[in-house]
């Protein structure tokens, strides 16, 4: 099954623009790339996903390498709301530990 | 909006007593799925089930077992507790197969004494 690799922490200021990494080397070609954000206390919730091109929605921006093995989860601005352990996924659905992010004000 | 409803956000269980958790979505989702949390480990994959009274082992079944008898509703059985089933606990629904987004119930704390 195809695997992704996250860093397991990640601190940005809040304001500034945060770029949360996610490796996926055995990607196959029909995977969309899913990342979902888990706020203290609460279920997993849906930010963002792709499949080649760079997406962009209200929460979020998805930048997805050429070559599909990797992809980047932007917040264009840091909010203190935004502290939360985010996950990147693929068809499989398979979560591991993610990259919790730490916003400081 | 989707909402996916666990019985209980707390819970609290001896050894050996059989535990019931249950999930229930309002989308008329086809997929279920039960996940556990630890610290450290992430979120992983209990069971799932893809249709009404079908279901499938994810990776850390033993212990558990779960039913789908109506579409909505999707329960997951502890036959009999032990203290390492102590955990968070989270369903989730999606359409389609595998692949869909899931959306999230706000998960139950089980802890065993």
């Known amino acids: 099954d195809a695997k992704t690799t996250q860093p397991n922490s990640m601190e940005s200021n809040e304001e500034e623009p945060v770029h949360l990494p996610c490796n996926h080397s055995t990607i196959s070609g029909t995977d969309y790339i899913h990342w979902y954000r888990q706020l203290p206390s609460q279920g997993p919730e849906y930010v963002i996903h792709g499949l080649t091109s760079n997406v962009n929605n209200r929460m979020a921006s998805l930048a997805i390498a050429e070559d599909r093995k990797s992809s980047t989860l932007i917040l264009h601005r840091a909010t203190l709301r935004d502290a939360a352990v985010y996950y990147c996924?693929?068809?499989?659905?398979?979560f591991g530990a993610g990259t919790r992010l730490t916003v400081k004000p | 909006d989707v909402k996916v409803t666990q019985s209980s956000r707390y819970l609290v269980k001896r050894t050996g007593e059989k535990v019931f958790l249950e999930c229930v979505q309002d989308?008329?989702?086809?997929?279920m799925f039960w996940y556990r949390q630890d610290p450290g480990l992430g979120l992983r994959l209990i069971y799932f089930?893809?249709?009404?009274?079908?279901?499938e082992k994810g990776d850390i079944p033993e212990g558990y077992s779960v039913s789908r008898e109506k579409k909505e509703r999707f329960s997951l059985i502890l036959e009999s507790a032990s203290t390492n089933q102590t955990s968070m606990y989270l369903c989730?629904?999606?359409?389609?197969?595998?692949?869909?987004?899931?959306?999230f119930g706000p998960g139950t704390r089980l802890l065993v004494l």
């Open positions: 089930s893809y249709d009404v009274k079908m279901k």
């Open positions: 989308m008329d989702h086809e997929n």
């Open positions: 989730a629904s999606s359409r389609g197969q595998v692949g869909e987004t899931q959306y």
């Open positions: 996924i693929l068809h499989d659905m398979r």
